[in-house]
Nanobody, 119 residues
Framework: QVQLVESGGGLVQPGGSLRLSCAASGNGFSVYNMRWARQAPGKQRELVATITSGGTISYIDSVNGRFTISRDNAKNTVYLQMNSLKPEDTAVYYC?????????????WGQGTQVTVSS
């Protein structure tokens, strides 16, 4: 079982920056692949960035070059550094831990943190 708690959201002006954190408790954080996803009002949740247990990173096109995902296994924490923020980045951002174990697929989500980009 893994519990995830996001923090770092808030109100920022266009062009500004925020750093989101996701603290994990429970066992085996380092073996999980981690993702950040977001959901804007009236829209489906979309995956934003992924970092695997082995450190492979990927982003959706709309944030590539502006967002950076990283993880610190010693602190059981994954981060999302968001620069050059745009109004269309406004959403609730969620942290996700997932892995396909021999015993089955494990998938955990945090409660989300609101990011609002507005002047």
């Amino acid at each position: 079982q893994v519990q995830l708690v996001e923090s770092g959201g808030g109100l920022v002006q266009p062009g500004g920056s925020l750093r989101l954190s996701c603290a994990a408790s429970g066992n085996g954080f380092s073996v999980y692949n981690m993702r950040w996803a977001r959901q804007a009002p009236g829209k489906q949740r979309e995956l934003v960035a992924t970092i695997t247990s082995g450190g492979t990173i990927s982003y959706i096109d709309s944030v590539n070059g502006r967002f950076t995902i990283s993880r610190d296994n010693a602190k059981n924490t994954v981060y999302l550094q968001m620069n050059s923020l745009k109004p269309e980045d406004t959403a609730v951002y969620y942290c996700n831990a997932f892995r396909n174990f021999p015993t089955g697929f494990r998938d955990y989500w945090g409660q989300g943190t609101q990011v609002t980009v507005s002047s």
